[in-house]
C-alpha cells in the first residue's frame, strides 16, 4: 500500500496563475483533509472531506476550493495564487475509530509551494 | 472555539538529556494523539490516549493525559539524535462531529 500520495512535490506558480495540488489514498478511508503549514504556525486546516460527495470548510479556507472526486481522491485548487499561500501543503486521511471522535490522520509527504 | 495550545516552541538539549512538552486544551477532549514530524518529512501517528489519567510508554518515549482530559504530555529519556523533529499534540473535542485540532508543535534540536 502506498498510503497516502500526492503531487506535486514541488510547485513555483506566479501571482494569479491557478493549480490543483492532487492527493490520493489507498487505505478506503472516509475522511480527508487539506493542511497548510507555515513556520511557526504548525498545521491549519484549510478544507475536509468527512466522506464522498461531502466537503467543509477548516480554519483557514479562503482562496482555496476542493473537490471529493471519489472515495480515494480529493484535490484542493489555488484558482488565483497570491504570495501569501506560499506553504507546505499536506494532505491526511483518517477512518473514524469505534470510539466517539477518535481518528488517527495518515499524512502525504507534502507538497511545497512557492508562488512569486 | 476549542483551542490546542503547545509548549515549549523551542527546546535544545544536549544529547543524552530529557525532553518534555506540554500540550493543553482550553476544553475537554474525547482523546489526545501526537506526532513527529523530522525536518522535511511529514507528521507520523505516534501514540493515542482516550482514558483520563492514562500514561502509556514507547521506548524511551513516556506520554500522559491530564484527569480532567484537558493536558498531555510527552517525555523523552535521555534524548538521541535520531530524536530530532517537531511533536505535535492533536486534541479531538466531545462531539462525535469535532474536527481534531492540531497544536502548534514543539521543535527539539540536539546537541551533541
Known amino acids: 500500500n502506498a498510503g497516502v500520495t500526492q503531487t506535486p512535490k514541488f510547485q513555483v506558480l506566479k501571482t494569479g496563475q491557478s493549480m490543483t495540488l492532487q492527493c490520493a489514498q489507498d487505505?478506503?478511508?472516509?475522511?480527508m483533509y487539506w493542511y497548510r503549514q507555515d513556520p511557526g504556525m504548525g498545521l491549519r486546516l484549510i478544507y475536509y472531506?468527512?466522506?464522498?460527495?461531502?466537503?467543509d470548510k477548516g480554519e483557514v479556507p479562503n482562496g482555496y476550493n476542493v473537490s471529493r472526486l471519489n472515495k480515494r481522491e480529493f484535490s484542493l485548487r489555488l484558482e488565483s495564487a497570491a504570495p501569501s499561500q506560499t506553504s507546505v501543503y499536506f494532505c491526511?486521511?483518517?477512518?473514524?475509530?469505534?470510539?466517539?471522535?477518535?481518528?488517527?490522520?495518515?499524512f502525504g509527504p507534502g507538497t511545497r509551494l512557492l508562488v512569486l | 472555539g476549542q483551542q490546542v495550545m503547545q509548549i515549549p516552541q523551542y527546546q535544545h538539549v544536549q544529547e543524552g538529556e530529557d525532553f518534555t512538552t506540554y500540550c493543553n486544551s482550553s476544553t475537554t477532549l474525547s482523546n489526545i494523539q501526537w506526532y513527529k514530524q523530522r525536518p522535511g518529512g511529514h507528521p507520523v501517528f505516534l501514540i493515542q490516549?482516550?482514558?483520563?489519567?492514562e500514561v502509556k510508554k514507547q521506548k524511551r518515549l513516556t506520554f500522559q493525559f491530564g484527569e480532567a482530559k484537558k493536558n498531555s504530555s510527552l517525555h523523552i529519556t535521555a534524548t538521541q539524535t535520531t530524536d530530532v523533529g517537531t511533536y505535535f499534540c492533536?486534541?479531538?473535542?466531545?462531539?462525535?462531529?469535532?474536527?481534531?485540532?492540531f497544536g502548534k508543535g514543539t521543535r527539539l534540536h540536539i546537541l551533541p
Open positions: 487505505m478506503n478511508h472516509n475522511s
Open positions: 491526511a486521511s483518517s477512518e473514524r475509530g469505534r470510539t466517539s471522535g477518535t481518528e488517527t490522520q495518515y
Open positions: 492533536a486534541g479531538s473535542g466531545m462531539n462525535r462531529d469535532d474536527k481534531i485540532i
Open positions: 472531506s468527512a466522506s464522498e460527495g461531502t466537503t
Open positions: 490516549l482516550v482514558k483520563s489519567g
